[in-house]
């Protein structure tokens, strides 16, 4: 393996053995060279957390601003320093020991003289480099402790120590003393020839026999001094001393080839230079200076005039006697900072026991190119510093190497290189030689490593745009995380890395890759389920918890209505604060945008407090294999919700599917479905849709309103197998029945209460459907009395309801029917009444096709009828807020013809206040048919019969019927009125008809209704007239039916009386009454002057009569002869002037037959 060197090309890889300074600083950073070392350390037996409290506060005077002068001295404090690292003081200064800080307990007096014995002990550790040396002894009290030392520093308790800082302080200045004493005895020594020659400790065996009196030996002494007194005046805070002394050693040493110190002296200018131009410092945040306590705010208020060139002290002594000028013209620019550096660690490459020194020199350059934001030169001086070998490591020095070379990596913005050589540390906690495998040490380590892999351990962080980072990679890392918190023996952690694992890198992840990890987080949860709980590990780490929302991947989630007989409504009037929210103005667009924000949110329907409500999530299964979900329910909030899992097993990579989740709000109020959980492969999750931004909702806040009464609706009827045609809206339930036109079927409806609240009200309405038949009467009807008599109903009672279902459609005969039955050769018109048609209608196979129906269209086709009953009800808590329900039933009625009236007409009655109706009835069905009337023989009809009925019926008197009020005519379209009164007087002749059909066969009976057959002249001839007439022969009512008596000889009185029922006054009339005889035989006798003779005139005079009132007119007759006579009485020609002007069926006066006997003989004749 090759590395990368700077300087000549000739430079040959030479490999280190093993040296005297093994254990390099990794901390160094180029400021250090201006530092002086102290070593603080305990002596005897100290509690570690006492000594690190008393050593963080000595470690707080890291600078002290020398009394009388405006230099700085610097402090570097240790607490562990290797005796072997000291022997390399004279090469860089800032590595000698020159100070001494011992913390002992002392209890007893007995104990001061070994633990005296035991400092001075430690002292002689460093003897060679101190300059001076403290002990703080806590714990001791009395005589001893009184005794006033510079060296030693008594204290009753470690908590009763305010002034160590002042003694540190004290202690440094000290320090500074010999410093500077010994700097001025270098810098002062002109002695040339008298030059010692400072050596490293692998050079004195290679130094023996050289000639000393030579002009290159002296160069080098005088090279390496100049050096080192550099080094004293950089340590001093004579910052331009040591750049001159810096360059003068350089040109020095580079003239004697002497590359070890040459390489020293480039980077002590490289430092120097560093220092001026990077006051902050290359180490980073945690490395910076902090002033001491005795500063104060003068120093403070002067800390900009420390390095200003030519100022002189009180006693006159420089801090630095150079100008602005001198000083940028000595200093290295940034770039031959760098360059120096270079140069530097290729002549420490030429040995190889300066391994440790060529590595801190890189460490040191990585820094500052760090600072000038040099990446790439900083990742080459990396690279080269990757290959110095050091010899043989030990594990726990390779672990920090590896950790500090991550750190660097990290500083110059190489994060995934730093996370690769963290993970190579990781991976050096547990290696195979080592006894006890740290895993704890591995995991924390592969912990950090995560940001250099663009991995987060929140979930969250994945759902945001697409993936970053090599999945590969990561899946990798978490696999190790997975591992090393297994080994760890911490199950949990291991579960929620590996379904991090599984939720997060789904997508890339192979079938097999997917089946193995399942397996491996089942057997995992098997001992250790997976829940939502926040992690937290030692170091104060939290693990989010990891939902799986992948498993399965849920696509939209909606809120579900209740079912139509349960969804709630309003009453009416009590909207509340709903119209509220409702603005006086047209247009108003922040209102408008309001509410848009509001239907976002909030959906339009409600919930039913302790009603089943649902929630219907679209879900598709990623994986290769089965997913079984084994609690899958709601997450919600607002209200008390019970959620009801589902367990569901969704196939491999299946499509969409749709799985329903069910809960029961137990309180009202708004509630808002805010996920759903999960358990799967041992797993509970909670996904909450805001975070899933993929999934589309219609909105997840829905009002729960006060619990309502529930009714369950059951019927006598089947259920009908298909929906109301005309009727859009859904139905609670509907029935299906056949009937014939004209049938009555009773419907039993029982409704149970099912819910826990009382029903307290029941309202039931109807409705029919939009039709194009005609309905005569009401098609459903009920008593809604005794029902409302039951309630409240408790829950688990119920209550019946019966309602009657009748039909009676159009019982006339269509057109085509007519042409049938006319084209069979039978006239319906002009038949006597005499001869009642009994003809059977036969088929006609020589007029008509094999098969044709055209002829039975009309009256064979099945006719729809349907409505829809609405049962409103409420109760319970419900009710007071204003809300019901309501309950549907659907009505469908299949309607087959029963009769038909295919032609009607009236013939005049033997009185004229009554007349025949008859009708022409044809029988539709397939079975024998009975039809019936009031007061009138059955009629039976065969299969497809015609046959005329005739009715005698009593005219109707159509005025006492309700006539209209005035608003309602004034108001009302005169067309839709004389509908009205023409369908009145229609209902008013059928109820007085009341014709029925029986079917025996099938035990089928019901009504034919004539209303829409009956036409206006029809309407006209049933009417009783206005003018009623009266006719009283012989004292006796007469009419065409029945026959007056009298005597040959005696006078007949005849009286004719006229009641106007009309609403105007009539008359006057003249009557003139006309005798004759009827033969029978179609002769009739008018000359009769000889048999009949009036007493009086045979013309009657009626006056005007008005209306309600009657008038009277009386005659008399003498008939001369016995037989038949007959009188017919009629209005004059001339007389009848008005009458022209009133219908003549107004003037139906009757025929008279009287009969005149024989005169009795008298007994005494």
């Known amino acids: 393996m090759k590395r990368k060197h700077y300087g000549n090309s000739w430079h040959i890889l030479l490999l280190r053995a093993h040296e005297e300074m093994s254990v390099p600083d990794y901390m160094q950073c180029a400021e250090d060279h201006q530092t002086v070392l102290v070593v603080v350390q305990p002596v005897g037996i100290v509690p570690e957390d006492q000594f690190f409290r008393i050593y963080k506060r000595i470690a707080s005077v890291a600078q002290v601003s020398i009394r009388d002068s405006q230099r700085n001295l610097y402090i570097r404090y240790r607490h562990h320093y290797l005796p072997e690292n000291n022997e390399w003081g004279d090469f860089q200064t800032h590595r000698k020991v020159v100070g001494l800080i011992s913390v002992t307990t002392c209890r007893s007096a007995k104990e001061w003289p070994q633990t005296s014995d035991r400092f001075y002990s430690q002292k002689e550790v460093f003897g060679a480099t101190l300059y001076d040396s403290r002990l703080l002894v806590f714990g001791l009290q009395g005589e001893i402790a009184e005794q006033q030392r510079t060296d030693v520093a008594f204290y009753s308790s470690y908590d009763d120590c305010p002034d160590v800082e ?157 100008s602005e000028i001198g000083r940028a013209k000595n200093c290295l620019s940034p770039e031959d900072i760098i360059e120096k550096y270079k140069e530097a660690i290729s002549y420490y490459g030429k040995y190889k026991n300066a391994g440790v020194i060529e590595l801190e020199a890189c460490v040191k350059a990585v820094r500052v190119l760090a600072v000038q934001k040099r990446a790439m030169e900083a990742s080459d001086i990396l690279q080269n510093a990757v290959y110095i070998n050091l010899g043989q490591l030990s594990e726990e020095e390779k672990i920090q190497r590896y950790s500090i070379l991550s750190e660097l990596y990290d500083l110059i913005g190489f994060h995934r290189k730093s996370a690769f050589f963290k993970r190579v540390a990781a991976m050096q906690c547990v290696a195979p030689t080592i006894p006890e495998p740290g895993w704890r040490a591995c995991y924390k380590l592969l912990l950090e490593t995560l940001p250099g892999y663009s991995l987060s351990l929140d979930p969250k962080d994945f759902s945001k745009g697409t993936h970053r980072g090599w999945a590969a990679v990561q899946m990798r890392l978490l696999h190790e995380l997975v591992y090393a918190s297994r080994r760890m023996g911490n199950p949990g952690l291991s579960v929620r890395h590996l379904s991090f694992l599984l939720q997060t890198m789904l997508d890339f992840l192979s079938d097999q890759e997917k089946k193995e990890v399942t397996q491996s987080l089942e057997n995992y949860t098997s001992k250790c389920p997976g829940g939502m709980e926040v992690i937290t590990l030692p170091d104060g780490l939290k693990l989010a918890p990891v939902p799986f929302s992948k498993l399965p991947i849920v696509r939209s989630a909606k809120l579900l209505d209740l079912p139509i007989s349960l969804r709630p409504h309003k009453q009416k009037g009590l909207l509340g604060n709903n119209m509220s929210t409702k603005s006086p103005f047209i247009y108003s667009p922040i209102i408008m945008h309001n509410r848009g924000e509001e239907r976002n949110k909030k959906i339009e329907f409600q919930w039913v407090q302790g009603d089943v409500c649902e929630v219907q999530l679209m879900v598709y299964n990623p994986m290769p294999f089965e997913l079984r979900v084994e609690h899958m329910g709601l997450l919600t909030s607002g209200v008390e919700f019970e959620s009801l899992p589902a367990a569901l097993s969704l196939p491999a990579e299946s499509g969409l599917y749709p799985v329903t989740l069910v809960g029961v709000p137990r309180t009202a109020g708004n509630i808002t479905v805010n996920g759903y959980h999960t358990s799967v492969f041992g797993v509970t999750s909670d996904c909450l849709l805001e975070g899933l931004p993929s999934v589309r909702t219609s909105g997840c806040m829905v009002e729960v309103i006060p619990s309502l009464p529930r009714l369950q609706l059951s019927t006598s009827l089947p259920r009908s197998a298909h929906a109301l045609q005309p009727s859009k809206e859904e139905l609670s339930s509907s029935v299906s029945v056949q009937l014939f036109n004209g049938e009555t079927q009773q419907l039993t409806i029982t409704l149970e209460n099912i819910g826990s609240e009382d029903l307290e009200t029941l309202e039931v309405t109807s409705k029919t459907c939009n039709t194009k038949e005609k309905l005569f009467g009401e098609f459903l009807s009920w008593d809604l009395e005794e029902a409302v008599s039951q309630l409240p109903l408790k829950p688990g009672q119920s209550v019946t309801l ?243 008596d009298c005597k040959v000889g005696d006078a007949v009185p005849l009286e004719v009386k006229l009641t106007n029922h009309s609403k105007n006054a009539v008359g006057p009339f003249a009557l003139t009454v006309v005798p004759f005889q009827d033969y029978q035989n179609g002769v009739q006798n008018y000359d009769l002057q000889d048999a009949v003779t009036f007493i009086g005139s045979n013309t009657f005079y009626i006056d005007t009569v008005n209306p309600t009132e009657n008038s009277v007119c009386v005659g008399a007759l003498l008939f001369l002869f016995t037989g038949d006579f007959y009188l017919n009485i009629k209005f004059q020609d001339d007389s009848a002037g008005q009458g022209k002007a009133l219908p003549p069926s107004w003037f139906g006066l009757p025929s008279l037959h009287i009969k005149a006997l024989e005169a009795p003989i008298e007994a005494g004749a």
């Open 802 to 1044: 019966t309602v009657n279902i009748k039909v009676r459609l159009d019982f006339s005969g269509g057109e085509n029917l007519l042409q049938d039955l006319n084209d069979d050769g039978i006239s319906m018109t002009g038949l006597p009444i005499s001869s009642p048609l009994r003809q059977v209608l036969k088929p006609r196979a020589e007029t008509k096709p094999l098969g044709s129906e055209s002829s039975k269209t009309d009256y064979n086709h099945i006719k729809t009828l349907e409505a829809v009953m609405t049962f409103k009800y409420s109760g319970g808590a419900g009710k007071v807020e204003g809300y019901y329900r309501d309950l549907t039933l659907g009505v469908h009625v299949d309607i087959e013809p029963s009769v038909f009236f295919t032609r009607v007409s009236t013939l005049p009655a033997t009185r004229t206040r009554q007349c025949h109706l008859l009708l022409d009835v044809f029988n539709s069905t397939e079975h024998e048919l009975t039809v019936s009337a009031k007061n009138n023989q059955d009629l039976v009809l065969h299969a497809s019969e015609c046959q005329r009925i005739a009715i005698q019926v009593a005219k109707f008197d159509f005025d006492t019927l309700p006539q209209p009020d005035q608003e309602a005519v004034r108001y009302t379209n005169p067309k839709l009125l004389e509908e009205e009164r023409l369908h009145a007087q229609a209902f008013m002749i059928n109820s007085t008809l009341g014709i029925t059909w029986n079917i025996p066969s099938v035990c089928r009976q019901g009504e034919a209704s004539v209303e829409g057959v009956l036409n206006q002249l029809v309407l006209e001839h049933l009417q009783l007239a206005p003018l009623q007439w009266d006719v009283v022969v012989n004292g006796k009512p007469c009419d065409c039916d029945i026959i007056a």
């Open 166 to 322: 002042k003694r540190v302080e004290d202690f440094v200045e000290s320090i500074f003393i010999v410093l500077e004493s010994k700097r001025l005895d270098r810098a002062t020594d002109k002695s040339g020839d008298k030059i010692p020659l400072l050596c490293v400790p692998f050079e004195k065996k290679d130094f023996v026999g050289l000639d000393t009196d030579s002009r290159h030996y002296k160069k080098r002494c005088q090279g390496r001094m100049r050096k080192h007194v550099g080094d004293l005046c950089l340590q001093a805070g004579m910052l331009q001393d040591a750049l001159v002394h810096y360059h003068m050693a350089v040109e020095l040493l580079r003239s004697v080839n002497d590359f070890l110190w040459l390489g020293a002296a480039l980077e002590g200018l490289c430092s120097a230079s560093v220092i001026f131009h990077y006051p902050g410092g290359t180490a980073g945040k945690a490395a910076g200076r902090k002033p001491s306590l005795a500063q104060g705010q003068a120093q403070a208020a002067d800390a900009g005039k420390r390095h200003r060139p030519g100022a002189l002290t009180a006693n006159g002594i420089s801090a630095d006697t150079s």
